[in-house]
Nanobody
Framework: QVRLVESGGGLVQPGGSLRLSCAAS????????MGWYRQAPGKERELVAS???????NYAESVKGRFTISRDHTKNTVTLQMNSLRPDDTAVYYC???????????????WGQGTQVTVSS
């Protein structure tokens, strides 16, 4: 019904930057919000950043001032600009879309397959 495809992950040195992107495709009624989650080894999945259709954003405390989320509603894409990366940013990053996919009255979540971000010297 809907697919979320992430790109932009990779290996960077501490202090470096990466830009993650995610595109939603397929048949659906609409998307309410999009965002990024991450899961590091031995840790639970956590919210990194999200943005609603109204432009409201939510960032994890650990990434405030370093990461910036943006969306293009016409293209159903979301990006995450990550600057000043630290080793503890290492994780699999997952794109998330909250929207109306199978029913215009039912809000549900879809997830991308994940992209690896590794910050290491």
């Amino acid at each position: 019904q809907v697919r979320l495809v992430e790109s932009g992950g990779g290996l960077v040195q501490p202090g470096g930057s990466l830009r993650l992107s995610c595109a939603a495709s397929g048949s659906f009624f609409g998307i309410n919000s999009m965002g990024w989650y991450r899961q590091a080894p031995g840790k639970e999945r956590e919210l990194v950043a999200s943005m609603t259709n109204e432009g409201n954003t939510n960032y994890a405390e650990s990434v405030k001032g370093r990461f910036t989320i943006s969306r293009d509603h016409t293209k159903n894409t979301v990006t995450l600009q990550m600057n000043s990366l630290r080793p503890d940013d290492t994780a699999v990053y997952y794109c998330n879309a909250d929207g109306y996919f199978s029913d215009y009255n039912v809000l549900s979540d879809y997830w991308g397959q994940g992209t690896q971000v590794t910050v290491s010297s």
